[in-house]
Nanobody, 126 residues
Framework: QVQLVESGGGLVQAGGSLRLSCAVS????????MGWFRQAPGPERRFVAA????????IYADSVKGRFTISIDDRKNTVDLQMNSLKPEDTAVYYC???????????????????WGQGTQVTVSS
């Protein structure tokens, strides 16, 4: 059974940093693309960043480019999101997602994804 478990959220002041981690289990993810999405109050869950597990290709939303970095730790089986220079508008619930056989560019565009984590709250105070 595939499981994605996020951690690392919390409250931080504007300009600060947080590192989110998504622990994955249940299968081999070498042919998967992993992504982070976020949902502020409201119905829409928006793309943040994605990475191909095997090749390391990445893509970022324009709003986070230069501030966020997505990476994979093969030893720990985690997908991490380093968030620097945080802004109040980064406040949201952050979700990890996984899709087999897609490129990061496609994952960024589609709405439906195969697997989701339960989310972790990030709050940035001004």
């Amino acid at each position: 059974q595939v499981q994605l478990v996020e951690s690392g959220g919390g409250l931080v002041q504007a300009g600060g940093s947080l590192r989110l981690s998504c622990a994955v289990s249940g299968r081999t993810f070498s042919n998967y693309t992993m992504g982070w999405f976020r949902q502020a109050p409201g119905p829409e869950r928006r793309f943040v960043a994605a990475i191909n597990w095997r090749g390391g290709d990445t893509i970022y939303a324009d709003s986070v480019k230069g501030r966020f970095t997505i990476s994979i730790d093969d030893r720990k089986n985690t997908v991490d999101l380093q968030m620097n220079s945080l802004k109040p508008e980064d406040t949201a619930v952050y979700y990890c997602a996984a899709d087999p056989g897609l490129t990061p560019a496609i994952m960024a565009r589609i709405k439906r994804h195969n697997y989701w984590g339960q989310g972790t709250q990030v709050t940035v105070s001004s």
